[in-house]
């Protein structure tokens, strides 16, 4: 009797559809392999996600959103599809650009970076920036919001980055010309807080230590608060999943709320239900960008290896317009969870299970 071993789907030569929407292809490649059907099953699972009404965290690293990516964040905001979001401090700063009508341009990456020094361009491989008209402008807006905020007597006495986060997001709302530009203020007016996975590793961290210097005021933000309140949605959001654009910083702070939870506060916790990931980051040098979902269940980050996980190797530039465009077609609006506003009681709910 012939046994047979192949137990998979049979594959066969998908060819072009004419006039095909993404779902489209999506479909074509899942019927294929490697990293297209990689990306088939993370536009999948996003959108399980979003419809089985799961808690959404976004990450965001590297620099996607300051060439342009932002916009697609602003899509699934006002959709209802993320929840919370830890970012780098870079990429909340940059987003002011756009929204204040700063200079961002396309430009060529193979270029005499001295001639670019000379002329006043920094580049992010091929974004390019004004040093004086976009970033020390930014700085001068950034030092505005704080010194209005200090005077208004509205600053936390204690204040965590989600919360620096949502009051500069109101300030972009009522006082940027193109505040529909930013995806920081996005998410302060659907109440999405966003987190910093460095309190000071980037331009807002040293625009606060110059109005420290400048007035004596401390402004900085409580890294001890952050993580309490991040653990705090966690806890009282237990069908979480994460959706993590590069790794670095913010994936390394959501994934750490899980462990807090459990091993730190002693709370029985599964960690997140399901994750996605898109990096190019190689597993085998024992980074934490390139760490796999399996190892990270080690860890008690996420509940189950090998279900409801998707690591996509790709550069996020060209797989998360794909992943965002297909839910916003495919999924209903959701109701906004607005987590930002339950903040303190899911702090307090936490404080009071530790008594």
């Not at 994934?255 to 980051?281: H, N, V």
Request: proline share 5%; net charge negative; charged share 20%.
């Amino acid at each position: 009797m012939r046994r047979m071993h192949n137990h998979g789907n049979p594959i066969e030569p998908v060819r072009c559809i004419p006039n095909a929407s993404v779902a489209d292809l999506i479909e074509n490649f899942g019927r294929t392999c490697f990293e297209a059907r990689n990306i088939a099953d993370g536009a999948k699972l996003l959108e399980k996600m979003i419809n089985e009404g799961d808690t959404i965290w976004l990450g965001v690293a590297g620099a996607g959103p300051a060439g342009g990516l932002g916009g697609y964040i602003i899509d699934l905001i006002e959709k209802g599809f993320i929840d919370a979001i830890c970012s780098t401090g870079a990429q909340v700063y940059h987003d002011g650009h756009f929204a204040f009508g700063l200079p961002v341009v396309q430009g060529n990456p193979h270029v005499d970076d001295n001639a670019l020094r000379k002329s006043g361009d920094v580049r992010i491989y091929d974004i390019r920036i004004r040093e004086n008209e976009t970033l020390i402008a930014q700085d001068e807006l950034f030092r505005e919001f704080i010194r209005n905020l200090v005077n208004s007597g509205n600053l936390p006495k204690v204040r965590s980055t989600a919360d620096y986060n949502h009051y500069w997001g109101k300030w972009v709302n009522e006082n940027a010309p193109h505040p529909e530009k930013s995806w920081v203020a996005a998410a302060t007016k659907y109440n999405v807080p966003i987190f910093l996975d460095s309190e000071s590793n980037h331009s807002i961290g040293m625009n606060n230590a110059a109005i420290y210097l400048e007035t004596g005021i401390d402004v900085s933000l409580n890294a001890s608060l952050s993580l309490l309140q991040g653990a705090a949605i966690l806890y009282t959001n237990p069908q979480t999943s994460f959706f993590e654009l590069g790794g670095g910083g913010p994936k390394n702070w959501i994934q750490t709320l899980a462990p807090m939870l459990s091993q730190i506060l002693g709370k029985e916790f599964k960690g997140a239900k399901r994750g996605i990931q898109i990096t190019t980051a190689p597993e085998f040098d024992g980074g934490l960008s390139g760490c796999t979902f399996s190892e990270a269940v080690s860890w008690g980050k996420y509940e189950k290896a090998n279900e409801g996980l998707v690591q996509i190797h790709a550069e996020y530039s060209a797989v998360f317009p794909i992943l965002a465009q297909y839910v916003f077609n495919s999924c209903k609006e959701r109701k906004h969870s607005e987590i930002y506003t339950r903040i303190p009681k899911t702090l307090f709910d936490l404080r009071s299970l530790l008594v």
